[in-house]
Structures are given as structure tokens and as C-alpha cells.
């Protein structure tokens, strides 16, 4: 698989120059027979890697050349200075020690560079000639494992997309073709996760607005300037929508390669073939797979991580969301700030675990559709919260718990640290605490844990044998195992610390030999072992027989001795043996654990599970939710339903409750259906008096009854719905050109296109961004076609009061207004927003009001109260037009006349 130059390079030019300006800046452009060894090294490797910045190990440091020192220097505002080249003349050079590589590498990352770590290979004091080198892990957005860069709490995804590709009419190939649908893979290496599914463009933007892949993988073809300047970079073949908003890496056509893509996935997953899969039958999603197999397998040359299979998923089972929806309701992260806090996830979020805040976020971000598995957790969330013993207990034994998820993985992949042990350990010993406290829980998520697997108390166990109750983080520390563990191991240990004895009685024999008696034997990491004498004393002195000069200091004299150089050399092969048998031992035990990975990674599962439905129940006891009833109808019931993040920011019980009926199913014309329960509500009244968060209520409520959870209402009763559609606010696209009033439209058709009567869907102000006699044409016929042709559950808010017209000539449409309360005053006309949704229509929009609220000043205020005085006592005013109603409902005449100019006096 080759993975294409991309844009960061293109920057190279821009990198601060070097205290001696270099000859050389791209590598691509060396003639390598020119380089010196060590560079010519560097860029034989470096050719394998275009667009990666190539870290390469000198020693204790890690150094960049060419274009990537450029890079690095600016990336991480270092020095960059510049190197001997030979007949190269100097080149760029950039360098970071390796003991902080892990901080720099992760600002690399976070500004969408990869980044290949370049070790030595062997020791270089035993290396004849230069010392060799190898690329041992390539870094990128979407690949890393590292913890001190992970979001403890979200995934960090990889994504594949597979472009829609027809088969030759005469293939003779066993794939069927889905033409029109792309394929999507996508994977999180730290938690063992890999899905795809096949779905269409619309429904690809919502996945990865869902997803927020880190990194996203595809085709690409080559850009170049207009005007042939410039460094010619790859993008990938995907709509602008996409490349614009996430991080895009191109790859060749053959990585997504249906031949190429299967022999990665067998080699990643260690399989002889992916029938078993199901993926023959989706060949758009068997590329995308393919694709993430290959490149995993580039970035991970020695160590592929581990995957138990791939998980093929349709969105048959989960409600669509569509992009706006998400944004609009904000279920994670405010459009305001883009944080948590004031998101949906904010007041739902009471987990313990790392893993059960990730598993929230899914359930969040993705409501299911079937009813029984809905019904499963609202089980466990009931359970939890009728039972407050059992809650506390969970709530003081899951923090105790890492993060068994990625330990899990840690341990299939074989690259679980002695630290990462014991962490395991101490959370597998909370599980039987869970397990007690879980003993009077029957519902399905709960039962698991009122029997433990044996092999758990067989894993704490073997681990609690081995392992040193307070162990190294790395493996070159030593002091991993117990004493006791192995036999050789005691005896290497035995003989370091009987050492530590021997040096003491040493400098006590010297000091009598010599008469010196601050004359001491110790030892350092650069000259080992010695005996130190002040000069003074050197110099008065007959050096004992023996005594051998090793170093000269300003105040003092070191010597060795024969005895002191053989038990160095005793010590170093003490400690070299140790070393190395406790990396060997510990290699070993790393096998060992490797049958209990898949047994921990169900565990994980379930305790995430676990947390998050205690989560729900402790939200669900706080705020007073109550269960919903859900049923296949097209009904919404809600009594007294709340807005679950807008009350928890007003003083308790200060935030007013509002009902809310609809039903769906297309109105049969002139039917005398009942306006008990219409099917859509027309939503009147000023603005900041409510409208939206009512709108986004009623939708929130509904996704957190689908999600599983308790919902703020003192009643709830939800046919279940398939999609969740909004068009609530607007703003310009500018990066393609298209205007507020084009987005607003654009949504609006995707809406009616998309929706069917198991819908939801929010509409807010339709029409607004034109004039307004376009825009009351517009909402109309909006309004009627979903009360027509989709017969969706409907919210429409707008101050188009004409439209309240409709409820005549519609039965399935409601009016209703949100409160407002008047008050004449001296200084004029005062209101106050009641925030209640009641029948009836808003007589007056009050936007002057508002304006006044806001803070215009006085003189704009009282001149737009005279404007608007006028303008309600011409018969030309803009609310006029009610007088063109027609017995077909239609608010305007079917061939307007010319509509005469409004007087501004």
C-alpha cells in the first residue's frame, strides 16, 4: 500500500532559516550517491514514507532533515540548524530528545502530520560500521495507542471511504455491485473496535458527523496550481463537505482494491479468507475494509493491532439524524463553544468509568429503533433506580476501575506494561463488589454479574503471583517480579544488593590502607565505579600500589583499582543478566495472559454497560424523569415535558413545563379527523419567548427515550421514530459559495425528500432568508406537502401569521402560541414571556420589544414603533394579506398581482 504525498509538505517553504542557510531542502530532490552514509540512510528510508515526517534516532536524540526539519521547527518551534551533507553541501536539521518525544510527537499529530518513528536496531558500540535503523511505528491522527494522547473519554477513530464503483455488466466476479453506495470502515486501534456498512452520500455525511473520524483514508488524484506554481500535493477523491471538515490522508487505488483489500484483511485479522465476514455481498464496504486493513498494516510494520472480526451494521436499527439535527441539538458539544458543557452529553454524564463515557457518547449520538433493545436498558436504568443500595455500591466501586477496555486490547496485542498489570488487577478485584451489588437485578444488562467467569480470580491470581506491587513503568528498570517469582532472578538480585555491601567494606579497607579517612568509593553512570581522593591528599600521599588515575578535577583525584575494575565488571553482568532475564520473563508472561484478552474485553463491555445505566438512573433520581412508554405507533405524548440541559441552568422549578400531541400519517383531504391530536403544530409568538426550546425539547426527549433513558416529564408516550430531522437557524457556506437563504432550502429539500410518517421533524422560520411574500409561498407549500404527501410528526415555528390560516383548510394542522403577557405602563407598552405553549395564535411578533430588550438605542426603538404604527393602519402593511385566503387554503392568489411599494412615512 502506498499512501500518497499530502499537504503538509507543501509548507516546507516556510520553515525559519537556519543560522547557515542549507543547499539542500527537499529529500526528493537529492541525488542519494552524493549524501554521506548516514544520509544516504535517512533518505533510503525516508523515500519509503512520502508525506510522513521521518523521526530519526541518533543516540539520545531523534533527528529531522530536509523539508521534515523545516517542518518540525516550525511545527514545534525548535531550533533548526543545519548539518554537513558532503557534497550535499549543509542540510536542514531539526532534533527533540527521545525522552520528551512523546510531547512533541503528539503537537505533530494534533496538527495533522504523520509521523514515522526511526529507531536503531542494534547496539551501536557493537555495530560494525553504521549502525542500522528501521521504522518501527508510523504515527497518525487516526492510528495512535499511546495513552498520554488519547482522549480518555471519545474514541479516536480511522475511517475509510469507499467511492461508489459500478462492475462491468459482463464481470464474471462473485461481488454484487451496490451502485450509488459508498462504503465506510472505520476502526478504533486502542479499543479493538471495526465496523463498516454501506450507506448513501447523504447518509455518509451524517455517519461521520456522528463518528468525528480523527483521520479519514481514500483515493486520491493529484492538484496542481492554475498557474503551474507551487509544490503539486494529493487530496483525496471525496466532496469538498468532507475534505474541508475532517483530516484526509490519500492512498493509491490499489489499497482499495478488492483483491488487495481481502488478502490485508486476512493477514490483519489472521484469517484464511473473509467469508465469514458477510462482506462478499457488500463489496463497497469490503474495499473501505481492505483499505483500513492495508494501512494499518503500514503503520504498524511490526505489531498489527488486534481485532476479534469485523462488525457489519446497517442504520435500519438506529435513528437517522441528519447533520443539522445534530448541530441544532447539540447532543454533544454547544455550536456556541463546540465543549460538552451545555450539551445534552453534559447532564447525562454521570459515568465512573473511561470506558462507559465512551459507550454514553454512542448511545447518545446513535437512538436505536428497535424496540426490544430499548426496552432492555430502560429495564437496567428502572432497576438502578428503585434500588439506591445497589447504586451507591456501583457509584464507590467503579471509579476504582481503569480503563479495562483498552487494557483489554493492551493484552491481545501483547504490549501491556508491568504498570498497565496491576492497574488490571485492582480493577478485576472490584468486580465482585459489582457483583454483590448487582445480586437483587434481573434485567438483561444487570445478570451477567451475578456470575463472575472463574477466570477472572484466575487472572488476579497469576498476576498478583508475578507481579511487584509497585513496578517500573518501562522494562528497562528492572524490579518487575516478586521475590520468589524465579529462582535466577533472586540469585541476580541476591548479588546486586550484596554489592551495595562490598563497596562499604572496600572504602572502610581503603581508608586504613591509606590513612585517608574521607577517602570514599562510589560510583556514576559515565566512569562506573572509583575511589575519589581531594587533591591535596593526592599529592601528600605515596599512591598505594595498585592505584591507577582515572580522572582529574579541579578538588579532587579518582583512582581505580584491579579489585575495584572486577567488581564492576561483576556488577555490569549482574545487571545486564537481570535485565535481560526479566525482559524474557516478562515477554513469557505477556503470552500467558494473552486466552483471558477476549474474556476481558466481554467484561469491559459489560461494565461500561453497567456505568452507563447507573448513570442514567442517577440522573433519572436527580432531575425526577420518568420511564417513557414506547410503542410502533405515530404518536407523541407528552405531559409536562422539560428541556433536560435548559432546566438544569434556571433556579429549581423555575423552568415551565409544556405539553406536547402529535400523531402521524397523511390527512386524507377534507377528512373531518379530529384536532385532538394533529400532526403538526403551527408555533407562533417573539422571539426569546421559547419557541426553539420547546421545538428542541420535544426532539430531545424523544432521543433520549430511544437511547434508553428516563426522559423530563411527568408523562411520556412515543411512537417510535426512524429520523430526526431540523432546520433551526441558518448561516452562510462560504467555502462553496452558497448563501443563507440556499442552505435553509437545501436542508428543507433534504428534509422532504428524507422524511417519512415515523419522522420528526423541526422546522424553524422556513422561508425567512427571502421576501416576504416568496417566503410565506415557500412555508406554505412546505407545510403542505408534509401534511399531504409525508405525514410526518411536524414542529413549525414562524412569524408568518398568515399561515395560521391553514388550521381551517387542514385538520391535521394545530395553532399554537407561546405566551405573552402585556402590561401598559407610563412609559409605554411593557411584556413578559410566559414560556407556555397554549392554542391560539400570536396576535403581534413584538420584534420592536425585543429589540428594545437587547439594548438598541432609545432613538432607533421609538422611530421603529412609529414605522411599525403606520405600517398596521395601512392596508398595504405586510400582514394584510390573510384577505387573499382562497377556499383551496391558499394564502396567495394563484397569479399575484404587483404588490405596491410600502411607505416608510
Not at 473520524?213 to 468532507?242: C, D, H, M, Y
Not at 457509584?395 to 498497565?420: M, N, Q, T, W
Not at 391535521?812 to 407610563?826: D, F, K, L, Q, Y
Amino acid at each position: 500500500m502506498s499512501v500518497l504525498q499530502s499537504s503538509p509538505s507543501a509548507v516546507v517553504t516556510e520553515g525559519a532559516a537556519p543560522a547557515e542557510t542549507p543547499s539542500v531542502l527537499l529529500s526528493s530532490a537529492v541525488n542519494v550517491e552524493h549524501a554521506t552514509p548516514m544520509l544516504r540512510q535517512f533518505l533510503e528510508i525516508k523515500a519509503q514514507y512520502p508525506g510522513v515526517v521521518l523521526l530519526y534516532q541518533m543516540g539520545e536524540f531523534y533527528e529531522t532533515f530536509f523539508e521534515d526539519a523545516l517542518i518540525t521547527a516550525r511545527a514545534l518551534e525548535i531550533t533548526l540548524t543545519a548539518r554537513d551533507g558532503g557534497k550535499l553541501g549543509k542540510v536542514p536539521m531539526a532534533g527533540i530528545p527521545i525522552h520528551k518525544a512523546d510531547s512533541y510527537v503528539g503537537r505533530l499529530l494534533a496538527k495533522n502530520f504523520r509521523v514515522a518513528l526511526c529507531q536503531q536496531t542494534e547496539d551501536p558500540a557493537q555495530a560494525k560500521g553504521l549502525v542500522k535503523r528501521a521504522v518501527t511505528r508510523v504515527l497518525s491522527p487516526g492510528t495512535i495507542t499511546d495513552e498520554t494522547l488519547l482522549n480518555a473519554n471519545s474514541h479516536t477513530y480511522l475511517a475509510a471511504v469507499s467511492i461508489p464503483k459500478a462492475l462491468k455488466s459482463n464481470s464474471t466476479s462473485p461481488y454484487k455491485a451496490a451502485l450509488g453506495l459508498y462504503g465506510l470502515a472505520y476502526c478504533d486501534v486502542s479499543t479493538g473496535t471495526f465496523c463498516t456498512t454501506q450507506l448513501t452520500e447523504t447518509q455518509l455525511l451524517s455517519e461521520l458527523d456522528r463518528l468525528q473520524p480523527a483521520e479519514i483514508i481514500a483515493t486520491g488524484r493529484k492538484q496542481t496550481f492554475p498557474n503551474g506554481e507551487g509544490i503539486p500535493e494529493w487530496v483525496v477523491s471525496l466532496p469538498q463537505s468532507i475534505r474541508s471538515a475532517y483530516r484526509c490522508t490519500p492512498v493509491d487505488d490499489d489499497t482499495f482494491d478488492l483483491i488487495v483489500g481481502q488478502r490485508a484483511i486476512n493477514t490483519l485479522l489472521q484469517t484464511t479468507t473473509v467469508a465469514g465476514t458477510g462482506l462478499l455481498e457488500s463489496p463497497e464496504a469490503l474495499r473501505a475494509c481492505g483499505a483500513i486493513a492495508g494501512y494499518l498494516l503500514t503503520m504498524f510494520p511490526d505489531q498489527p493491532p488486534t481485532f476479534e472480526g469485523i462488525h457489519s451494521y446497517t442504520l435500519d436499527d438506529k435513528v437517522v439524524l441528519n447533520v443539522a439535527a445534530r448541530r441544532h441539538l447539540e447532543l454533544l458539544h454547544t455550536v456556541k463553544t463546540g465543549q460538552a458543557d451545555g450539551a445534552l452529553i453534559s447532564v447525562l454524564d454521570k459515568t465512573h468509568t473511561r470506558m462507559g463515557a465512551r459507550l454514553l457518547r454512542d448511545w447518545v449520538s446513535q437512538p436505536l429503533t428497535n424496540r426490544g433493545a430499548i426496552e432492555q436498558r430502560l429495564d437496567g436504568v428502572e432497576e438502578l433506580a428503585h434500588h439506591a443500595e445497589a447504586r451507591v455500591a456501583l457509584i464507590e466501586s467503579l471509579p476504582r476501575i481503569y480503563d479495562l477496555e483498552r487494557l483489554a486490547i493492551k493484552v491481545s496485542h501483547g504490549s501491556v506494561f508491568p504498570r498497565d498489570l496491576i492497574a488490571l488487577k485492582q480493577s478485576l478485584q472490584q468486580l465482585p463488589g459489582l457483583s454483590n451489588a448487582l445480586k437483587s437485578c434481573h434485567s438483561a444488562h444487570l445478570l451477567p454479574f451475578h456470575q463472575l467467569p472463574t477466570a477472572v480470580f484466575q487472572l488476579v491470581a497469576l498476576i498478583d503471583a508475578a507481579m511487584a506491587d509497585a513496578p517500573p513503568q518501562t522494562l528497562q528498570e528492572g524490579g518487575i517480579f516478586k521475590t520468589g517469582y524465579q529462582s535466577e532472578l533472586d540469585t541476580l538480585r541476591e548479588t546486586l544488593v550484596t554489592c551495595d555491601g562490598w563497596l562499604a567494606d572496600y572504602q572502610e579497607q581503603e581508608r586504613e590502607r591509606t590513612g585517608v579517612k574521607t577517602l570514599k568509593v562510589t560510583a556514576n553512570h559515565a566512569f562506573g565505579y572509583f575511589i575519589e581522593i581531594t587533591r591535596a591528599q593526592a599529592a601528600a600521599m605515596n599512591l598505594p600500589d595498585g592505584y591507577h588515575r582515572k580522572q582529574t578535577l579541579t578538588n579532587a583525584e579518582r583512582f581505580t583499582t584491579p579489585e575495584l575494575k572486577a567488581q564492576e565488571s561483576k556488577v555490569q553482568d549482574a545487571q545486564g543478566r537481570l535485565f535481560q532475564l526479566e525482559y524474557e520473563l516478562f515477554t513469557a508472561f505477556r503470552q500467558e495472559l494473552l486466552p483471558y484478552a477476549s474474556m476481558l474485553l466481554t467484561l469491559a463491555h459489560q461494565v461500561a454497560t453497567v456505568d452507563v445505566l447507573q448513570s442514567l438512573a442517577t440522573v433519572a433520581v436527580t432531575h425526577d424523569y420518568v420511564r417513557p412508554l414506547l410503542d410502533d405507533s405515530a404518536e407523541l405524548q407528552l405531559v409536562e415535558g422539560r428541556h433536560p440541559v435548559v432546566e438544569t441552568m434556571v433556579s429549581m422549578g423555575s423552568f415551565v413545563a409544556n405539553d406536547c400531541a402529535l400523531t402521524g400519517g397523511v390527512a386524507e383531504e377534507n377528512s373531518q379527523r379530529s384536532r385532538d391530536i394533529p400532526q403538526l403544530l403551527l408555533i407562533t409568538g417573539p422571539n426569546m419567548a421559547g419557541k426553539s426550546t420547546y421545538m428542541r425539547q420535544v426532539a430531545l426527549i424523544v432521543l433520549m427515550a430511544q437511547m434508553g433513558s428516563f426522559v423530563p416529564a411527568r408523562y411520556a408516550r412515543i411512537g417510535l421514530v426512524d429520523k430526526v430531522f431540523t432546520r433551526i437557524g441558518a448561516m452562510d457556506d462560504l467555502a462553496s459559495g452558497q448563501s443563507t437563504f440556499m442552505v435553509e432550502m437545501q436542508e428543507t429539500a433534504q428534509i422532504l425528500h428524507g422524511a417519512t410518517q415515523k419522522s420528526l421533524v423541526l422546522l424553524d422560520e422556513v422561508g425567512r432568508g427571502t421576501s416576504t411574500f416568496d417566503g410565506v409561498a415557500i412555508a406554505q407549500s412546505v407545510i403542505e406537502h408534509l401534511v399531504t404527501k409525508t405525514g410526518c410528526r411536524t414542529l413549525f415555528a414562524t412569524h408568518y401569521h398568515e399561515l395560521n390560516a391553514l388550521e381551517a383548510a387542514h385538520p391535521s394542522i394545530c395553532n399554537v402560541r407561546v405566551g405573552v403577557a402585556e402590561t401598559v405602563t407610563s412609559a409605554g407598552l411593557e411584556i413578559s414571556f410566559l414560556h407556555k405553549v397554549e392554542l391560539g395564535t400570536a396576535q403581534r411578533s413584538y420584534g420592536v420589544h425585543v429589540a428594545k430588550m437587547a439594548g438598541l438605542p432609545a432613538s432607533v426603538v421609538q422611530r421603529a414603533n412609529r414605522l411599525l404604527g403606520g405600517f398596521e393602519k395601512s392596508t398595504q402593511g405586510p400582514h394584510s394579506n390573510e384577505k387573499t385566503l382562497r377556499r383551496n387554503g391558499s394564502l396567495l392568489p394563484e397569479t399575484p398581482e404587483p404588490l405596491p411599494q410600502l411607505s416608510l412615512f
